[in-house]
């Protein structure tokens, strides 16, 4: 089912209406959505470079909104909506471990990871720091930031490298951020226990 969906998605990159449906992507991943918004925007601004910027600021300002969506979902909703989709996608009992060790500075370098790595998944962010009450202000700069950074970051490779790059971002990308991840995780942790 998960190869069918990421199939499907792929597939509206093709589409005329393919703008939409990465603003339609970009904002349900940051809320509720399981297929991350690259798989379209990758084969979108491969298609047509000179537009990788403009779709990156469109992922990235959908993105934001349904992060907001995400927030206010675990604010005013957590036990009526946010927990059945977490029990969903059998995200729960991390969202659990999380929202007992999280606090406002620790969900804002979860914010960062996962717009870097997708780890953990945006839309456990996104409502983690609305049950704990994050202010949404920085919040949304934060978002901003981490899922901006993100889309101009590729929009920037696949301007200067084209397809080329396409095969590193696909297979690498997740390692590479992942140790920029760590380096963020190792900086908050040295920031926090020695300083």
């Known amino acids: 089912m998960l190869r069918r969906l990421y199939d499907w998605t792929l597939s509206l990159a093709a589409r005329k209406s393919a ?3 990465l603003a339609f992507i970009a904002f349900v991943e940051s809320s509720v ?3 991350p918004a690259d798989v379209l925007y990758l084969p979108m601004a491969l298609s047509r470079p000179n537009r990788a910027y403009r ?3 469109v ?3 959908a993105s934001v ?3 907001i969506a995400g927030w206010y979902i675990g604010y005013h909703a957590y036990e009526s909506i946010a927990k059945p989709v977490l029990e969903f996608y059998g995200k729960l009992d991390q969202f659990e471990a999380l929202k007992a060790s999280s606090g406002a500075g620790f969900i804002l370098l979860l914010l960062l990871t996962s717009g870097a790595t997708h780890l953990p998944p945006i839309k456990v962010v996104t409502i983690l720091a609305g049950v704990i009450h994050v202010d949404l202000g920085l919040f949304v700069a934060s978002a901003i930031v981490a899922r901006g950074g993100r889309f101009f970051f590729l929009a920037w490779l696949l301007r200067s490298y084209g397809e080329p790059i396409r095969n590193f971002v696909e297979e690498r990308l997740g390692l590479l951020a992942g140790a920029g991840a760590g380096a963020l995780i190792v900086l908050y942790l040295a920031a ?4």
């Open 59 to 61: 992922a990235t300002v």
């Open 55 to 57: 779709y990156a600021l």
């Open 19 to 21: 703008e939409w449906w």
């Open 192 to 195: 926090r226990y020695v300083l």
């Open 65 to 67: 909104l349904g992060g």
């Open 33 to 35: 959505f399981l297929i």
